[in-house]
């Protein structure tokens, strides 16, 4: 049976963590379909994000997908992208996403 010597680094939030300061930080795991649907809910792809970040999108993917872990800056601008309560969404760390926007202000249509 063969093995891989080539395998992926676990995304953050996975049983890797970092270090700073002699203190294990494990940044939080980005939850595919939460990602999505607060992705969606900002009018964004992976690939604006991406974008923003500066990195490819296949990279932002891979990070999806839980086969690579993503710098600390990539993070910062997914974080930003999503905004705080998306992010909070994405990370598992609320179960509430919350359109704010002002288009889900608007008052529906009366009835004819």
């Known amino acids: 049976m063969k093995t891989s010597q080539n395998r992926a680094h ?14 294990s930080i494990s940044p939080p795991n980005l939850i595919y379909r939460r990602f999505k649907a607060a992705l969606d809910l900002q009018g964004l ?18 990070a999806l997908r839980n086969q690579r872990r993503p710098s600390h800056a990539v993070l910062a601008h997914i974080r930003s992208a999503l905004g ?16 704010d926007s002002a288009a889900a202000s608007v008052p529906p249509c009366p009835e004819a």
């Open 84 to 99: 705080e309560p998306g992010w909070l969404f994405a990370t598992g760390q609320t179960d509430t996403l919350r359109d």
């Open 45 to 62: 792809g992976v690939e604006q994000v991406a974008r923003l970040a500066g990195v490819s999108s296949r990279h932002v993917w891979f």
């Open 10 to 23: 676990p995304l953050p939030g996975n049983p890797a963590s970092h270090t700073h300061s002699g203190i």
